[in-house]
Nanobody, 124 residues
Framework: QRQLVEYGGGLVHAGGSLRLSCVAS????????MGWFRQAPGKEREFVGG????????SYADFAEGRFTLSRDTAKNVGYLSMSSLTPEDTAVYSC?????????????????WGQGTQVTVSS
């Protein structure tokens, strides 16, 4: 069964950095675009950023632009979300998702596979 698993969440102080990993279960995911989403308590899930299957094209939500960076290592079937200058407003469960197309989307319903999510907590 194809699946995604996130790693790297945790507690970080404001202004700090964190890198999340999304490990795919098989190499079919190298053909898929990847997206990251987050959901804070009491809020709706929101798009963080997306990366194409070849890793050449990325897109970011406004709040992520300049602070977050998406990348992927197709040889290892892993995607990364590097976050810096974190604030308490970034506290959320972060989830990765894969789409059976080469280009990403900002819409959650366009993704076919989801990880279970990993908690990121930023303290003030």
């Amino acid at each position: 069964q194809r699946q995604l698993v996130e790693y790297g969440g945790g507690l970080v102080h404001a202004g700090g950095s964190l890198r999340l990993s999304c490990v795919a279960s098989d190499r079919s995911f190298t053909l898929y675009a990847m997206g990251w989403f987050r959901q804070a308590p009491g809020k709706e899930r929101e798009f963080v950023g997306g990366i194409s299957s070849d890793g050449r094209r990325t897109s970011y939500a406004d709040f992520a632009e300049g602070r977050f960076t998406l990348s992927r290592d197709t040889a290892k079937n892993v995607g990364y979300l590097s976050m810096s200058s974190l604030t308490p407003e970034d506290t959320a469960v972060y989830s990765c998702a894969a789409r059976r197309l080469p280009y990403s989307s900002s819409l959650a319903e366009h993704y076919d596979y989801w990880g279970q999510g990993t908690q990121v907590t930023v303290s003030s």
